[in-house]
């Protein structure tokens, strides 16, 4: 059974610093990672996607893979009250002539304070 | 462009009645995926599709779960003889091929009393 792993929270960080959200994986052949973020009552968006070792930038948002640690990060800068929603990690879990369906975490609930 | 629409966004049925949720996915995606959403948890893959093609329906929770996609753009999920823990949030994602990143939609609540 391939599983995704996050800390449920509540994560809660004061308003413009840096919050930080964690995801391991536990089939070590995974290729595909993404981060979405999903408000109350609404369904996942999609913020950062990252296929390879190391870091990816976009905006205030930076994404982190370590492959040997089965590690994946979302680093939130200046963290603001809008960001405040739940953060789903997903792992792509492929098998040809399946397709790629996610396997995600049971995500992590942030909340930033003013 | 307009991203995955699905319909209805909400739905009550009766324990037993049978239900239709549709799902209108991006313009042009190839590949099709069907997610149920429990309160306070991840979504939970239930089939995918490629064009007309099931190729995985291994999430499916029961015989009651049934999903056809005939023209390989429309997708219609249909759960027979519904029952309590059918209750979820039912989303739809949609994606240019099968390795691409997936988009949702706005999700079809279902609850069953």
């Known amino acids: 059974q391939k599983e995704v792993e996050q800390n449920s929270g509540p994560l809660s960080v004061p308003e413009g610093a840096i919050a930080s959200l964690n995801c391991t994986y536990s089939?070590?052949?995974?290729?595909?990672f993404f981060w979405y973020r999903q408000y109350s009552g609404k369904s996942p968006e999609l913020i950062m996607s990252i296929y390879s070792n190391g870091d990816k930038e976009d905006g205030r948002f930076t994404a982190q893979l370590n492959k040997a640690s089965q590690y994946v990060s979302l680093l939130i800068r200046d963290s603001q009250p809008s960001d405040s929603a739940t953060y789903l990690c997903?792992?792509?879990?492929?098998?040809?002539?399946?397709?790629?369906?996610?396997?995600f975490g049971q995500g992590t609930e942030l909340s930033v304070k003013p | 462009g307009a991203g995955v629409s699905q319909s209805p966004r909400y739905k009550v049925a009766k324990r037993g009645q049978d239900v239709a949720l549709r799902c209108d996915p991006i313009s042009g995606h190839v590949s099709l995926f069907w997610y149920q959403q429990a309160l306070g948890q991840g979504p939970e893959f239930l089939t995918y599709f490629q064009n007309e093609a099931q190729l995985d329906k291994s999430g499916l929770p029961s015989d009651r779960f049934f999903a056809e996609r005939p023209e390989g753009s429309v997708s219609t999920l249909k759960i027979q003889r519904t029952q309590q823990e059918d209750s979820a949030v039912y989303l739809c994602?949609?994606?240019?091929?099968?390795?691409?990143?997936?988009?949702f939609g706005p999700g079809t609540r279902l609850t069953v009393t």
């Open positions: 997903a792992v792509r879990d492929f098998i040809y002539n399946q397709g790629g369906k996610l396997i």
């Open positions: 089939d070590r052949g995974s290729q595909s």
């Open positions: 994602a949609s994606s240019p091929q099968n390795r691409g990143e997936q988009y």
